[in-house]
């Protein structure tokens, strides 16, 4: 049922480390985003895809690679982990010039 | 640069009270302006949302008064209830342009009993 899926909800790791989060929607949407949002709640965007093709790349470090399989997946790699990322990550999901974006519960990342 | 400022950071009203959040915007290409809801745990999920070419719009209790010769753009909670305790944020949006949201900063709203 859920529309937007996020998978882990919890992720603790070690600095250094190499992790992956990912996300899935059931929603026949044809665009997904990633946001990151911080300690202070602020929600920014890293990258959208548009029917698998890269739109947008907010000038996110390289370490942060995503992949998008198909239109129903967008999967967010993070190498060389960093205290600095530790934050809520979000999957959302819309209709390209459609207005509704719907969001994943958010994977809670620690970076230790 | 900011490009969508919002205030105040928090808001503490008193249940039956109206609850106001305002926002500001700089580029005039925004064609989108919707808010927000985010509870603990949760992600963001759409409360209600306007297009430039209206001056206001009403879902039940929720109203986003628009004005765009100012840029600015404002949430109205009437009859504030303690279920309405979340963080708030306004948005912006070039539909047909990028899709992505700009955020505001949030705004952590409190109703007491």
């Known amino acids: 049922d859920t529309a937007v899926s996020q998978t882990p909800k919890y992720l603790v790791t070690q600095m250094g480390n190499d992790k992956s989060i990912k996300c899935e929607q059931n929603?026949?949407?044809?665009?997904m985003y990633w946001y990151k949002q911080d300690s202070k709640k602020f929600l920014k965007i890293m990258f959208s895809?548009?029917?698998?093709?890269?739109?947008i790349n907010e000038t996110v470090p390289n370490r942060f690679s995503p992949k998008s399989p198909d239109k129903a997946h967008l999967n967010l790699h993070i190498n060389s982990l960093e205290l600095g990322d530790s934050a809520v990550y979000f999957c959302?999901?819309?209709?390209?010039?459609?207005?509704?974006?719907?969001f994943g519960q958010g994977t809670r990342l620690t970076v230790v | 640069q900011q490009q969508v400022k919002q205030s105040p950071q928090s808001l503490i009203v008193q249940k039956g009270g109206i609850s106001i959040i305002n926002c500001a915007y700089e580029?005039?290409?925004?064609?989108?302006f919707p808010w927000y809801q985010q509870f603990p745990g949760k992600g963001p999920a759409l409360l209600i949302a306007?297009?430039?070419?209206?001056s206001e719009k009403k879902e039940g209790r929720f109203t986003i008064s628009f004005n765009k010769s100012a840029k600015q753009f404002s949430l109205h909670i009437m009859d504030s209830q303690p279920g309405d305790s979340a963080t708030y944020f306004c948005?912006?949006?070039?539909?047909?342009?990028?899709?992505?949201?700009?955020f505001g900063k949030g705004t952590r709203l409190h109703i007491l009993p």
């Open positions: 959302a999901s819309s209709q390209w010039g459609r207005d509704e974006a719907f």
């Open positions: 929603l026949g949407h044809d665009t």
């Open positions: 895809y548009n029917n698998k093709e890269l739109i």
């Open positions: 580029n005039t290409a925004f064609d989108y």
């Open positions: 306007i297009r430039p070419d209206v």
């Open positions: 948005a912006a949006s070039m539909l047909n342009r990028d899709d992505k949201i700009i």
